[in-house]
Every structure is written in C-alpha cells, then in structure tokens.
C-alpha cells in the first residue's frame, strides 16, 4: 500500500467534501488518487491550494463556436476540467447523427465532456430546422455514453398540459435513472409547484425571489454566469439563506471573446469569492454540488477520484498554477489539431439568392409610405412589437437606416426548400450594408439584416459560400469581413485565438457600419420564435405571444 | 393545476433541501406531493411541525426479532417510513432465497425497504452455515427489485489484498450503479486510504477522531445509535467540525426492548437534538442524506416526491402526532396480520442431542483438575482468552458454576451434519441450568450455555421442537421459558408486543438463573468467529487472531 506513486501534490486541500481546507498531500498513480497522505512518488509537485476541477454544470459549446476540443484548450488551464453540454444547437441542425458526432468528436479532449439530450428540437412547427428528436430520437440518444441527462425541457405548457411527447422524453430520463434538466425562466407560483414534480434543476433565476422559490420546491437551481445572461451577482445572496448544497455554478453560454478573456465557470467562481462568498463554498458549487446533480464520479478530491486536480496559486483569486486530468498535468498544453473527421459540414443548402429575394412587395394603388409591423431589438434578447412606416418604390417596400429601419431576411439552409422569410428590424443600427449569420437560434437558418436588398444578397451568398459563418459586408468598397463556421454552421474547426479575432474583426466591421455593440448576438436571436414578442422565421413575420403569423403591412 | 387535492397538511416544514424551517401547505394527491401551497382539499390536517419520513441508513431487522411488517408496526408511528436493511442475517441461515423472501415480504408494510446484498457470506469458512453468497449470488441479487447497494464490504484484509471474490461483488454493484456500504472498525491510516477507493461508506466509527478521518477520505460516516453499539454521543461533535451533508444516521441493529422502549433511528434523532445539534440538520441526516447515499426518491417533503411525511407537535423532541406514507394516514395503524407465506421456516435440523454430546472427555491418567482455555465473555461484543482449570469426572471436563465457568456448545443447525463445537465461557454468571438461541452471529447455529449438560441438552432439544428461538431452562422446577424464532431460527412471525413479552420473560428467567443482564446478547455472539480473541464454532474453539482451531485443553 506504500508503494511508490507516480505524482504526489503537496499543498491546502479544498476538501469539498467536509467543506474545510486541510493541509495535505495527494497521493496519484495511474491517473487515480489512491491517497490523501505522503507517499514516495516520482513526480512531487507543491501548490499554495489543490482544489477538484471545476465542472460546468450547464453550457453549450456552441455558444463559443468552437468545438470541445477546442473549448477544453481554453478551460483545462484555468481549471475547468468537465462540463455538461448540451448540444441543443447542432441538434437542430444536424439532429440525431449531430448530436452522436458532438460525443465522439470529445474523446479528442482531456476536458470531460458530459451529454444531456436535447429536450427541444425543433422549438416550434413555425419554422424549418435541419432535424428533429422526437422522443423515439431522444431515447436512443439516452442511452449514448457520456449521457448523464436530458436536456432542459423548455415546453414548460406542454409538460404541463400533459404533451405525451414531452412526458415520454422525461420517462425514458427516469427510466435510466439519469436527470431531467429544467429551462424556467420567470415560471413562479402553481406553474412550477407542477413544473417542479417532473424536473431536476433550473438554470433560468434571475432574480432572488425567483431562485428562492425554485430551491424552496426542491429544484436544484444553477447561478449562471454567461455572456448574455449574467445572473449570478442577483442570485448569489441566495448561498446565505439556504444550504449551498442544492446550489450550482453554470455558464448557459460564452461568447469566445469572453471565453478567452474572462474564463469558462471559472469565471464565476472568481466573481463569487470577489462578492463575498466563501471560497470553499463556491468551489462546492462548482465541484461536488454538480456532480451528484448528475451523478458524475469526479468534482471531489479523495482516494478512488479520477486525478482531476488544479494547482492553485491563490484560492480567491482561483489563480491557476498547474492542471492534472486523469493525473496528467497540464494535458492541453499542446494544443488539439484543428480538423475533426466527425462533426457535420457542408450543412447551408439552399439556392444563390439576389436582392430581389429579399423584397417585400405590396399591391398597386398603395401610397407611397406603407404601415408595418417591425421587430424591435430592445436590446439582450428582448424584443418588442413596433409599428411604424417604411418608404415604398416600384412596389417594394425600402429599408431606411436613417430611422434604423433594417430590412430582415431568414433564408431556410437546412435544404428543405424552405424559402424565405421576411421582415423588418429596428435597433440594430447598421447605417449601410449588411450583415448576416447561420447562428440563429434555434433552427439556426440564415439570418441577414441590410440596409439593402443587394449587400443582403451578398451577405447570404458569401454565408452559403462559406458553408456557414458570420458575415458583415460594405457595399461601399465591396469589401467582406467573415468568420467560417463550416461545422453545421454554427462552429469553427480553427484554434480558440483565430475564431477570436475573426469574430472581433466581423465585430469591428459592423461596428464600422454602424452597428450596436450587441447587435450580433441580437441578430442570432431575431428569429428565436418561442421568446415574444415578434420574430421572424423562413415561413414570415410571427408575433409568438398568439402563436401566430402576422403579415409585415398592417391592413 | 388547482384541481382539488385529497389532502392538505399545514405546519412549519422542515424543509431539508433549503436546510430551513418555513410555515407551508403540503399538498398531496393521490400518494404524491405535489405541491408546497395552499389547495382546496378534501382532508385539512394542521400540524406544528411537518417533516419528511426518516430513513434509517443501515440496519439489520433481524436483530429485532421481528419480521420487516412487524418492524414497520412499530417504528412507522414514530416517525420512520423507510428503512435500508442489510438481510446478513437471514442469508446466513437461508441464502439467496432468503433475501428474495425478505424482500418480497416487505410487500406487507409501509415501511419502504430498501435492501443492501449482503457480501460477506458466509464470514469464515471455519464454521457451517446455513448457506453461502458467492460473486454470482450476490451480482444476481443486485438486480432484484428495492436493492440499493452492496452491503456493508467486511472482508477489508481480501479487499486490500485484492481478494478476487470481493472485487467481483465490487464491480458488479459498480456496473449497477449502485452504492457499496463499507464496515471498517478501526481502520484507518494506509489502510484506510485504500478501503476508500473501493467503498461509499462506513457506520463502524467509535471515536470522533476515526470518523473525521473517514470522511475526509471521502466516506461517508454513519452515526449508529444501536443497541450494542451506541456511537452518537461520541460521534455528534463531528457535526459542529464538517460539512454535516455527508454524515447520516443509522441504528445497525437495536433489540426489540429498546425498539419498543426507545424507538429505531427516531431515537437517535431526539438523542442528537437534545445533545445540542441544529434540528433541522438532524432531520437533514435522517432523510436528505441518506437519500443522497443510495439515490432514494423519497427523504424530502418536494413536488412529485412520494407523501412520506411526519406531522409532529414537537421537533426538538420528535414527538410524532400523525405519519403520512404515500399519502396514507397512519397506515400501520391495523396492525400486520402476523403470517407471512414468504419467509423460510423450518431452518433448525440436527438430530436430537442428550447430554454427553456436550461433554468433553479428556484422556486417562489426567488429574483430577485439568486446564483449559476458556473464552472470557467481558462485556458487549468483545471477549478476551483466558486460561484457567475446570474439574474432571469420569473423563470429563465439568463446568463450574461457582466460580462462573460454563459448559459452552455450538450445534451446527443447518442440516449439515456438521456436528457440535464444544468449550468453556467465562463471565455470563449462569448458577444453574442452561440457556440457548439459535441467534448466533453470523452463522446462526444453536449455541447453549449451561451449568450442567443435561440442562443444556434440554434447552438444545427445545430450540429444536421450537424451529429455533431464544430458550431458557431451570431444572429446579424442570421449567422453560421460550422466545420461538421459526422464521430462519432469527425472527418471530408474532406481533411485536408478544416478542417484546417473550423476550423479557426468557430474559427475566436467565436473570433468576442467575445470568449477566448483556448475558443474552454476549451469547449471541460467542460463536463470531471473526472477532477477537477466542470464539466457539460448531467445529471447536478458534483464537480468530490466528484464524486457527486451538485445543480446550492446555497440553
């Protein structure tokens, strides 16, 4: 039992299982922790603190356009040595085989990626998405390896209504004895005193009450950190007034920008000791806390624990020294080759478009301005309803960017046929061009806003060019600026930096014509027709508190 | 949502997923909880206080002498609706088909059982029993309905040794899924930290200094408030030093006296409340956590949890007013009928015995004093060796009762023709006749001790007649008392009143015989043949340090 070890780290333990710092040593052979006590070993290795790799306890990779492997090069280092993915997105587009492909696609990372099901897909019958899991789908799909949940389940009315589909998702999830995962956002009261008998955990509080009543009906509720929801400064005061232990740290999404610059969930574990919390605390609900949400056999430092281990420099600063996965350090350091033989490209299929496609004609004998219906980009996801006027020429309905009036275009690129829809935006503020994505939740088609008809068309044949991207386009010197997303659309198959600085160089270009400094991540959700109140879709304009599409002129 | 609701409980809930008290409406339909507000109901019940069912996290119901519906008759009004029983005993006696039948007959109760396979059958091979679970059993018995777990790992010197057998158990509860409980007394240091990669948890603590070691390893630690072993006092202070979400509390096994006196793991609840620890954390260790340990669903008063819910007058004292088991109110309050069609009977079967097959006949020419080894009986479980003379007659070694030296026989029970294991025993304090049980950890063969062996074949004979039981026997009067066991000569199929009535009456009359009042319980583990030093098997007397058969005799 003294046998020689092959690592031994000396340093103050974070024991997230006693909730204490210890001095200690961790004894590691074979990539397993065989001891919490000195042992001769070959390596020895001296930190400040030794703390569990932190676990993500709900993201989408595809938020960062990267893929996992990608994405563990930027986390393994600063301590994230797991996350729970749900890959809601490629789902979308590439269903079943997608979401199979995103599984095996992680074995190329030491970063341990866990899989729920996507619940959700498609998010409505309003629009055409490349693929659906209906729960035939998502059954298989459960019982993948590395599956330890379905998805947030997000038809919140249909559970509650009793959608047998909804319910047969869940039960499969039951019936293998893993975890359903919840999507609530502002669900309070009897709806989720009934929401609550069939789901696990939350990650959508953003205010105290919110999370207070979710923990109260037995929900284990996530604070999340994100890029476009950062909830976890109103949620943390939540860890005084309850036993931490129902509590999880999460990220929901990151952009790659805030990726690099910012961290992963260690991001939130630095922002939370900053608020106060107590670091051992907080490293509870970024460790321990999420691995018996999901049952994961890491995320704790004791004898029989995979070796997934961070050197600390300092605690509360979570200041990273060195990182062992599996026992061994630093596994990320050189980088993962960018190709991957298994995720699905060559995903935007549809036909070269011209600026014609994006008109919207109205009769003759209409006047020369036109009433219309527009959706207004309020700013983070929101929007809402506007009525105003655009100018009409030749029949056709024009832009006009002095008031923000952008045309909206969503180009179906699933090869369904689909068609286009179209629409008008405001908010945006691009002042001449366009600019255009193959990321726009769900169904991620092809979105495209201009301040005309012929930079739109642009903007979506370079996207069908590109096999999928982010796109701003100048008509003034015909000039693209263009991150490739060839992996369903949605994600990069580059190193971390070079989607970075793509994605900031689109960035700057739209900034550069006019547009707001969110207008990207706005775009992407333009057509996210389950959140109110107008969006648009391939199918046309739909105003989603009534379900329904409504025609861009007012009659 | 609002729908009309069958039963509505109002009071302070204990609600141990915040770790908080909160004044709440419990609503219950139809068996579950499903929701924490007010509904219009058919059934009102007010309450001070509203907690969730305990859980006791370890035990053996065998040590009651009461079947698992007797059991639930008697601690479901306390306050404990589920149980986590190990059937070590019963699969001594009658195997893999006793556990099934245990398991099937807790179809009678309330109570929630949920069973744990015992591995460590038999315990040695240096005595017959009744049957064996070998690897295949025992992964065979993983997959019956109710099994949480492996049950509490013994064989720790195999474990270390990587003994294949009890890897094998091991594993097949790990492929499961499942839970593997450890029992550890006083291992600890290198030992230790290698028993912990194998296993979940241990309820063997005595010392706090040995539970706070093992749940820094990781374990978690058990706080046992039995009947022969009562840990709670010494242990308690561990709750103030750690994190208290990895200890739990359990009763391993409590004799039907303090059963019916005190309680089961209720008691230890009130015990550790009024030892000043937090109440709610208390309860937490009663329910949540041990939840937690073995994946149970109930344990937590939350929408969609089963109706398992305590109604008391009191917290601080667990003074239990009305019980809720899915939904039930009161629900033992009938009574178990007391036949069970499930549990093996008919389990004692050895030939008739007189006495000379209880005496020791030594050779000729010896004196007529001869020394022996004896073993010493010094109160609870242990026994120490001693070394002392016993009169000779005829060839034969002659108990001494005046000086407390008894006449001591193992008669293997199983069938087996395995034969009788005779020795001596010192400090029960019998002064006359004899008393036997076929309670005689692990193996459960029918030991006897006496003051002269005809007295001891008379009580052998009767636990014979009897199918197995507890028997005392003065032969002043020639008069018996008998506690029948038929139920694998370990359990009555009687009310647990009567087995309370009949216990104390055989107790009461050894007492007038003149025996120890622990005498009963030490007896039932002089043929234990794994704990130190000297211990009787039905094929003679073994120093366990050894684990090796010595002579009686002193050559």
Same mark, same amino acid.
């Given at each position: ?15 997230v =299982? ?7 040593? @961790?004894?590691?052979?074979?990539g ?9 070993? /070959? ?5 400040? %603190?030794?703390a569990p790799g932190l676990v993500d306890a709900h993201m989408?990779v ?6 996992l492997p990608?994405y563990g090069?930027a986390v393994v280092p600063r301590g994230v040595t797991s996350v729970v993915h749900d ?16 599984i095996?696609?992680a074995e190329?990372t030491p970063l341990k990626a866990r899989f729920t ?11 055409? *998405? ?9 059954? #298989? ?5 590395n599956v330890v949940a ?47 008998? %069939?789901?696990?955990? +939350?990650?959508?509080? !953003?205010?105290?009450? /919110?999370?207070?009543?979710? @923990? +109260? ?5 996530y604070?999340? #950190? ?22 999880s740290l999460c990220t ?11 961290g992963g969930v260690d991001?939130a574990v ?10 051992? /605390?907080?490293v509870?609900m970024a460790t321990i806390n999420t691995a018996e949400s999901y049952g994961l056999p890491f995320g704790r430092v &004791?004898?029989?624990a995979p070796a997934d281990i961070v050197?600390?420099? +300092? ?8 990182v062992l996965v599996d026992?061994e350090?630093?596994p990320t &350091? ?25 008109? !919207? ?12 219906? @527009?959706?207004?980009?309020?700013? $983070? ?5 506007? !009525? ?11 832009? =006009? ?10 180009? #179906? ?9 179209? $629409? ?21 088609? *092809? ?41 369903? $659309? ?6 971390? /930096?070079? @989607? ?18 969110? $207008? ?10 389950? !959140? ?16 329904? %599409? ?6």
């Amino acid at each position: 039992m003294t046998d020689r070890v092959d690592t031994l780290v000396r340093g103050t333990l974070v024991n997230v =299982n006693t909730g204490t710092l210890e001095d200690r040593a @961790v004894a590691i052979d074979d990539g397993t922790i065989v001891a919490l006590e000195e042992r001769p070993a /070959e390596r020895e290795l001296e930190a400040n %603190y030794v703390a569990p790799g932190l676990v993500d306890a709900h993201m989408h990779v595809e938020s960062s356009m990267v893929t996992l492997p990608q994405y563990g090069d930027a986390v393994v280092p600063r301590g994230v040595t797991s996350v729970v993915h749900d890959p809601h997105e490629i789902a979308n587009v590439a269903g079943a085989d997608g979401v199979r492909a995103v599984i095996r696609d992680a074995e190329r990372t030491p970063l341990k990626a866990r899989f729920t099901v996507p619940s959700s897909v498609p998010a409505s019958d309003l629009q055409d *998405c490349g693929a659906a899991l209906p729960s035939e789908s998502v059954t #298989e799909l459960l019982d993948e390896r590395n599956v330890v949940a379905l998805g947030e389940v997000m038809n919140i009315p249909g559970l509650l209504a009793g959608d047998e589909e909804v319910h047969a998702k869940i039960r499969a999830a039951r019936e293998r004895g893993l975890t359903v995962d919840g999507h609530m956002p502002r669900v309070t009261g009897d709806r989720l005193q009934e929401a609550a008998r %069939y789901l696990d955990n +939350d990650h959508e509080s !953003i205010s105290l009450s /919110e999370a207070r009543e979710k @923990v +109260d009906v037995g929900l284990r509720v996530y604070l999340r #950190e994100g890029s476009s929801s950062k909830n976890l400064g109103d949620l943390l005061p939540l860890v005084e007034d309850v036993d931490s232990r129902r509590l999880s740290l999460c990220t929901d999404d990151r952009e790659v920008t805030d990726l690099v610059d910012e961290g992963g969930v260690d991001f939130a574990v630095r922002k939370a000791v900053r608020e106060g919390a107590d670091p051992v /605390e907080v490293v509870q609900m970024a460790t321990i806390n999420t691995a018996e949400s999901y049952g994961l056999p890491f995320g704790r430092v &004791q004898p029989g624990a995979p070796a997934d281990i961070v050197l600390l420099d +300092d605690l509360r600063t979570w200041d990273v020294d060195r990182v062992l996965v599996d026992g061994e350090l630093d596994p990320t &350091q050189d980088g993962t080759p960018a190709t991957s033989t298994h995720l699905p490209t060559d995903t935007v299929d549809f036909p070269t478009v011209s600026a014609s496609d994006f008109a !919207i004609t109205v009769a003759d004998g209409h006047s020369s301005d036109e009433r219309i219906r @527009v959706i207004d980009a309020v700013g $983070g996801l929101q929007t809402d309803p506007m !009525i105003t006027t655009v100018p009409v020429q030749e029949g056709i309905l024009i832009p =006009n960017p002095d008031e923000d009036l952008l045309s909206l275009a969503v180009v #179906e690129r699933h090869g369904n046929d689909g068609g286009i829809g179209r $629409g008008f935006v405001h908010g945006l503020g691009l002042e001449r061009g366009a600019v255009g994505s193959t990321v726009a939740h769900d169904a991620h088609n *092809c979105v495209v806003a201009g301040a005309d008809h012929a930079s739109m068309a642009s903007v979506a044949n370079k996207l069908r060019e590109l096999e999928g991207g982010v796109v701003a386009y100048d008509p003034v010197d015909d000039e693209f600026s263009t991150l490739a997303l060839p992996i369903a $659309g949605l994600m990069s198959n580059q190193p971390i /930096e070079t @989607v970075y600085e793509r994605f900031e160089a689109v960035e700057s270009h739209a900034g550069d014509l006019g547009m707001a400094e969110t $207008g990207l991540m706005e775009l992407s959700f333009l057509a996210l027709e389950v !959140i109110p109140t107008y969006r648009l879709t391939n199918n046309g304009l739909v105003d989603v508190t009534d379900g329904k %599409y409504v025609d861009v002129t007012v009659s």
